[in-house]
């Protein structure tokens, strides 16, 4: 083998693993817009049942956020010469069950709906975002550091279930259900697309399982902490 | 009478029609605030029922330029002194009423309605902002500047009816009916909260039913122009 053959095999494993590396990209953002997406559609349509017209605009507001989240997301997938619908694609029959499972019954359960999701979403694509390149991580932070958001959520969750106990059993219930589908359907994108798998190193099984493991358990401590901020348990 | 007195008098009256000015345009601006944000709740929800992710995102897009109208409004009513949520109170009942009587059947029948009011609306108040200040006017002339909607809504509708002889009949009827309902609530708005007899400098109620006729007519020319753009008959 001379030394030009060589040459062009190196170049061409290092192009294999950079088209992987941006496939994989692909499928993260597809993900993230998706989630996005639908989670303005949900909120901006349970806005309506709102019991007063501040709590309207301010689901409304919430809902226009994660729109423009989606925007940002787009963008950059088509910037980095990707389709954010074809990226999208994969994930719409999953989201989509997802949320026909957990149809919130009253705008209460919407706002705890929201306050779970987003969080959750939030810590598993920063828990994602570590172990990518600096570009791609720093835009995962740009769109998930609304602490502005989860204020709000938080502050009005906590005014509604103040001298309320039936509405914080009720909640307290809905967030179990929310956290432990949540955690399923991530658990099962992670795995079903390879998005975690495709990310560490080598292709040892026992260290990939071990590794969502890790990530599942800080997943559920964090919904923990943000449940016992509302005195609920988790 | 001495001279003191007269000034303050003159000044009294100034006053008030000032006041009366100001409480019009928290009226106008009421209106306008919760139309926007209920179209945009409305075309949100409608969204998730679109054909394709292109049209999901289209129709997302024109919610979300719908809800930044909203604030632009609110913002100018908070400047202005007022408060959005009081402003709007008046007109919830009404458009909600209007909402209930055109739910749209389909995902056309929600383009064809947003197609349809966008343009009624924004005809309505730029024909009532020529009555007003220079400030009030060019607000809402920004709002309703939006070119770019109403070109995107006309050609998605030019292409479903294309070869489409019964959406086509299904879409006329359609439009007949919205713009109907559409007229009818305006100039109720227009009427009971005389948003416009308030405006024209006297109390002839004679010259008022006829500038309103005359608005009216000018509206109802305009949809027809519109339909007749898609080939259907007004």
Same mark, same amino acid.
């Given at each position: 083998?001379?030394?030009r &053959?060589?040459?062009?095999?190196?170049?061409?494993?290092?192009a294999?693993?950079a @088209?992987?590396?941006?496939?994989?990209l692909?499928? =993260?953002?597809?993900?993230?817009?998706?989630?996005?997406l639908?989670?303005f559609e949900?909120?901006?349509?349970?806005?309506?049942?709102?019991?007063?017209? &501040? *709590?309207?605009?301010?689901l409304g507001?919430? #809902?226009?956020?994660?729109f423009q989240?989606?925007?940002l997301v787009?963008?950059?997938?088509?910037n980095?010469?990707g389709?954010?619908?074809?990226?999208?694609?994969?994930?719409v029959? +999953?989201?989509?069950?997802? @949320?026909?499972r957990?149809?919130? #019954?009253?705008?209460y359960e +919407?706002?705890m709906?929201?306050?779970?999701?987003?969080?959750?979403?939030r810590?598993?694509y920063?828990?994602?975002?570590?172990?990518?390149?600096?570009?791609?991580r720093?835009?995962v932070?740009?769109?998930h550091?609304?602490?502005?958001q989860?204020a709000?959520l938080l502050?009005?969750?906590e005014?509604?279930?103040a001298? *309320?106990?039936?509405?914080? +059993?009720? =909640?307290?219930?809905?967030g179990r259900?929310?956290?432990?589908?949540? =955690? &399923?359907?991530t658990?099962?994108v992670?795995l079903?697309?390879?998005?975690?798998?495709r990310?560490?190193?080598?292709?040892?099984?026992?260290?990939l399982?071990?590794?969502?493991s890790?990530?599942f358990?800080?997943?559920?401590r964090?919904? +923990?902490?943000?449940?016992? #901020?509302l005195?609920l348990t988790?």
């Open positions: 083998m001379d030394k &053959t060589e040459d062009t095999s190196a170049e061409g494993a290092l294999a693993v @088209h992987d590396y941006s496939r994989l692909i499928d =993260l953002f597809g993900a993230m817009a998706y989630g996005e639908s989670a949900r909120l901006s349509s349970d806005a309506r049942f709102s019991p007063t017209l &501040t *709590d309207r605009l301010a507001r919430l #809902a226009v956020a994660e989240h989606f925007e787009a963008t950059h997938v088509q980095s010469g389709d954010v619908e074809q990226a999208m694609g994969p994930f029959a +999953s989201i989509n069950a997802f @949320h026909e957990t149809k919130p #019954a009253d705008w +919407s706002l709906k929201h306050y779970v999701m987003d969080a959750v979403s810590d598993f920063c828990e994602i975002a570590t172990l990518l390149d600096s570009d791609t720093d835009l932070q740009q769109i550091s609304a602490e502005t989860s709000y502050a009005r969750l005014s509604a279930l001298n *309320d106990p039936r509405l914080a +059993s009720r =909640l307290a219930l809905w259900r929310l956290v432990g589908e949540a =955690l &399923t359907r658990r099962q992670s079903e697309r390879g998005v975690v798998g990310m560490l190193k080598d292709d040892d099984g026992a260290q399982e071990a590794e969502i890790r990530i358990t800080r997943l559920t964090n919904h +923990s902490y943000r449940m016992n #901020a005195k988790a």
